[in-house]
């Protein structure tokens, strides 16, 4: 899929949850509490996701190379809301061009 392709642009009117859940096999990804994802940063869920050591993925985000839901997040420390949450379950971040994870939303709507 072109979601996976490095340094794609699929706008995110074109993800879905059930586009992003689909991808969970391709792509590294976290299973986290919805409480414990709002309130932490892209920075933190990138490390999680281990997209890199600390020192880069802080240098790409300094560089404005973080993404969510392919949307450039301007700022490195911007927490995660509830409006990132594709379908109220999933995400897609990454760290520059090619580096991209899933975030999985655990007490969402039919998550086990």
Do not use: F
């Amino acid at each position: 899929t072109d979601v996976l392709k490095p340094g794609s642009r699929v706008d995110r009117s074109q993800l879905s949850a059930e586009l992003l859940l689909s991808l969970i096999g391709d792509l590294p990804s976290v299973t986290v509490r919805r409480k414990v994802l709002l309130e932490i940063s892209l920075k933190s869920v990138l490390l999680m996701l281990k997209l890199g050591k600390r020192s880069a993925v802080e240098q790409l985000l300094r560089d404005g190379h973080g993404y969510i839901n392919n949307e450039r997040s301007e700022a490195g420390d911007r927490r995660i809301s509830e409006d990132d949450l594709l379908g109220g379950q999933v995400m897609l971040v990454g760290a520059g061009k090619k580096k991209k994870g899933l975030v999985r939303v655990k007490d969402a709507p039919g998550t086990p």
